[in-house]
């Protein structure tokens, strides 16, 4: 597997090597994806083979240029125009009714598409230079956290893949917002990402929130959404939001003979942090956007260390901090508690 430097003439071989039906990774604002040729088959499926992801979890498309979109659903609804507008290209996934060329294991029986274009000059190049819309989906190992370095898609994908295009750390450092659009009356988060429910609102009036995001009884519209999901191999337990509760569990935890991974911003570290105990900072507490950004790095870190059990800080479910504590939650919930 190679590792390519973001340079035009490489980004060129890049675009070949997904000409040619292979798969490579490359750095979007959200994540960084594994990408093949959304037209051919065999590459898509390479996709899959890759990542050890379950065949029935749809793809998302990737476009560079809004011309690219009408070749793939079958009508723009207005509220789907009113999203490209405002959040394009960023991270928003709009699902929508499919048609055109589409490989098969794309959306594996779906008749709709999720679709978006990425706010990384990277990913519209490598986009805009293999002429096709790619597939991609994010470029870890089903089930581990999403990959927000190139380190952590060779950690995960080494001699999988043909490459991967190292465009250094992403932004947002969690996935997209999926918002369903099928039925334009009732748009739908089916995930919560970079794009806000309140943002969202503002654009489009009333946006509705998959039921399943509320009560995990329900079944999810996103398929992607039932898998256990964001886990590293060490347990995860989300703490207490009250400081002295959170002090006193960690010391409980100590007496049991745990190494403890702290994952909490820099004001709880001043206080929960003590000897022996390995820490990964959040960022500043008043902002969210760092929390979201630091989470799977975090993760990961805590999991690769000689941590027995990690303990993540909660944050308030507004904003960014929504799709924060979705992916918190889905990384603890294997545990079926919290603490
Ligand atoms: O930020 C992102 O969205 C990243 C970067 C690489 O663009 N991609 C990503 O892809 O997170 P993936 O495959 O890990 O997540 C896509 C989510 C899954 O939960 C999948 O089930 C859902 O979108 N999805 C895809 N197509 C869908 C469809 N037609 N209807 C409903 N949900 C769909
Ligand atoms: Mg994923």
Redesign the pocket.
Known sequence: MRTIKWQPSEIDEAADWLKKGEVVAFP?E????LGADATNESAVQKIYAAKGRPRD????I?ISSLSQMKEFVTEIPEKAELVMSHFWPG?C?I?LKKKGPLAQSV?NG?D???I?M?DHPVALSLIEKAGVPLA????NSSGKP?PTTAQHVINDLNGKISGVIDGGPTGVGL??T?L?LTDPKRPTI??P??VSYEELTEVLGRVYIDGHLEDATQAP?????KYRHYSPDKPVYILPVNGEQAAAIIEGLKNEGHQIGLLVSDQSLKFLRSKDTVVFSLGDKSKPSEAASRLYDGLRVLDQSEVTVILAEPYDSSGIGRAYMNRLEKAAEWLGQSL
């Open positions: 979007t959200t994540v960084y994806g979890n749809p793809l998302i990737h991270p996934t699902v959306t779906l709709t598409v999720g978006r990425p991609a989906p994010s470029a999403s996935e997209s999926v369903d089916l995930r990402g970079g519209k996103s398929p992607g959404m």
